[in-house]
């Protein structure tokens, strides 16, 4: 344990590159692909109440998702599409808690700015 991060996994992997199982001192869980220490690749990060989200599933870069992912939230609805950084940038859509698409468009910095319509 570091700083109240337990891992899990081959020890040498955690500098390197290698999949495990990473707690966080807020009981927070990440597990899938690490690079240097870090969330990176293809992984499932599984928050905690004081957090926005429930589960973000996708892939990561340097510790935020980046890449496709799809991002369960804690009021039940679920986001899906292309992040950057953490943030939803590209195509992606909002569907609520009953599974009913609430939004879909373009996003850039987490924000709606081309939405798309049904015909």
Same mark, same amino acid.
């Given at each position: 344990?570091? &700083?109240?991060?337990?891992?899990?996994?081959?020890?040498?992997?955690?500098q390197? $590159?290698?999949? /495990?199982?990473?707690?966080?001192?807020?009981?927070?869980?990440?597990?899938?692909?690490?690079? !240097?220490?870090?969330?990176d !690749? %293809?992984? %499932? #990060?599984? !928050?905690? $109440? $004081?957090?926005?989200?429930?589960?973000r %599933?996708?892939? #990561?870069?340097?510790?935020?998702? $980046? !890449? *496709? =992912? %799809?991002?369960?939230? &804690?009021?039940?609805r +679920?986001?899906? =599409?292309?992040?950057?950084? /953490?943030?939803?940038?590209?195509?992606?859509?909002? *569907? &609520?808690?009953l599974?009913?698409? +609430?939004?879909?468009?373009l *996003?850039a910095?987490?924000?709606?700015?081309?939405?798309?319509?049904? &015909?």
């Amino acid at each position: 344990m570091h &700083n109240g991060v337990q891992w899990t996994g081959r020890l040498d992997a955690l500098q390197s $590159s290698a999949a /495990g199982i990473v707690t966080y001192a807020n009981g927070a869980r990440y597990a899938g692909g690490t690079r !240097g220490g870090h969330r990176d !690749g %293809v992984g %499932v #990060f599984t !928050g905690t $109440s $004081s957090l926005p989200f429930r589960e973000r %599933v996708g892939e #990561f870069t340097a510790d935020q998702m $980046s !890449g *496709y =992912g %799809v991002v369960y939230l &804690n009021d039940g609805r +679920v986001r899906m =599409g292309q992040w950057k950084g /953490g943030v939803a940038d590209g195509y992606g859509a909002v *569907y &609520n808690g009953l599974g009913k698409l +609430v939004e879909q468009g373009l *996003y850039a910095g987490d924000r709606l700015v081309t939405p798309l319509t049904r &015909n």
